[in-house]
Nanobody, 124 residues
């Protein structure tokens, strides 16, 4: 099993910034991709950003709504992914969920694990 622990959510004023962190631990052979989704009240969960590490390179993907404002990064040595969120607006208010695409052992399948979610509220 793999556990994902998120931190960094909270209340911020419009135009402000927050940095989310998500640390993975447990039975990890390799983490292929990590990322963030969010779910606002009454809405479906949506992709925010993902980062995939291939050899020494990383590829990132962002939702159009956050491009230029959010930045995802990853510390492979710590199995941790970060989401730097700038220029926040009330539309960014949601529960943010971390996920990791993990292989528990060299011969096993890839499995998606999810964090418990962290609330981000943007309000004046």
């Amino acid at each position: 099993q793999v556990q994902l622990v998120e931190s960094g959510g909270g209340l911020v004023q419009p135009g402000g910034s927050l940095r989310l962190s998500c640390a993975a631990s447990g039975s990890i052979f390799r983490i292929n991709a990590m990322g963030w989704y969010r779910q606002a009240p009454g809405k479906q969960r949506e992709l925010v950003a993902t980062i995939t590490s291939i050899s020494s390179e990383s590829r990132t993907n962002y939702a159009d709504s956050v491009k230029g404002r959010f930045a995802i990064s990853r510390d492979n040595a710590k199995n941790t992914v970060y989401l730097q969120m700038n220029s926040l607006s009330p539309e960014d208010t949601a529960v943010y969920y971390c996920y990791a695409d993990v292989r528990n052992n060299p011969w096993g399948p890839r499995i998606d694990y999810w964090g418990q979610g962290t609330q981000v509220t943007v309000s004046s």
